[in-house]
T-cell receptor, first 113, second 113 residues
Framework: EPEVTQTPSHQVTQMGQEVILRCVPI?????FYWYRQILGQKVEFLVS????????KSEIFDDQFSVERPDGSNFTLKIRSTKLEDSAMYFC???????????FGSGTRLTVV | QQQVKQSPQSLIVQKGGISIINCAYE??????FPWYQQFPGKGPALLIA?????SEKKEGRFTISFNKSAKQFSLHIMDSQPGDSATYFC????????????FGEGTQLTVNP
């Protein structure tokens, strides 16, 4: 079964540093997403990406965040200057259609110290 | 109006019993209601989903019941097994509310042997 692949599985970074989280979505999917889950809490939407541009973003996705699809396969989330409260599990997802048929990756656990 | 409310927060069921998790929504533009299963350290995995044109959908031991007038939907797990022990999230999305999935708060299910 096709998978969404995320790397790294765990990243520890110093506060104020930039991090890039990487994802390889399912190849025939057209919509790409980033979600985050703070430990023990619900999954929260960050951003959706379609046709090489952001289609929707949440209030969490401020100027510190950016997304990019640098080539035909990768989808990245960059956090410019990490804060302690950015510590969370970050999930990449992709879907065939807008808002349905999602497949999530296994996540990147980001720890900001 | 974008919220999805989920209950209970935790649920303990004996092996062979029925697990029932409930969700309620307010946004009438939602038209896709999936349930996700999440094991520790993993991403949410789609379990079963329903659209509002049907009142029930069954896949194996998992059934979604949908009440459009009450704006509620629930997951029933028949013959619950210890391997079903996980966190379950309901979610909702709609064409007119963008491509984001709005998740419930999650239910920690424990099935005792």
């Amino acid at each position: 079964e096709p998978e969404v692949t995320q790397t790294p599985s765990h990243q520890v970074t110093q506060m104020g540093q930039e991090v890039i989280l990487r994802c390889v979505p399912i190849s025939n999917h057209l919509y790409f997403y980033w979600y985050r889950q703070i430990l023990g809490q619900k999954v929260e939407f960050l951003v959706s990406f379609y046709n090489n541009e952001i289609s929707e973003k949440s209030e969490i996705f401020d100027d510190q965040f950016s997304v990019e699809r640098p080539d035909g396969s990768n989808f990245t989330l960059k956090i410019r200057s990490t804060k302690l409260e950015d510590s969370a599990m970050y999930f990449c997802a992709s879907s065939v259609g807008a808002g349905y048929g999602y497949t999530f990756g296994s996540g990147t656990r980001l720890t900001v110290v | 109006q974008q919220q999805v409310k989920q209950s209970p927060q935790s649920l303990i069921v004996q092996k062979g019993g029925i697990s029932i998790i409930n969700c309620a929504y307010e946004n009438t533009a939602f038209d896709y209601f999936p349930w996700y299963q999440q094991f520790p350290g993993k991403g949410p995995a789609l379990l079963i989903a329903i659209r509002p044109d049907v009142s029930e959908k069954k896949e194996g031991r998992f059934t979604i019941s949908f009440n459009k007038s009450a704006k509620q939907f629930s997951l029933h797990i028949m013959d619950s097994q210890p391997g079903d022990s996980a966190t379950y999230f309901c979610a909702a999305s709609g064409r007119t509310s963008g491509s984001r999935l709005t998740f419930g708060e999650g239910t920690q299910l424990t099935v005792n042997p």
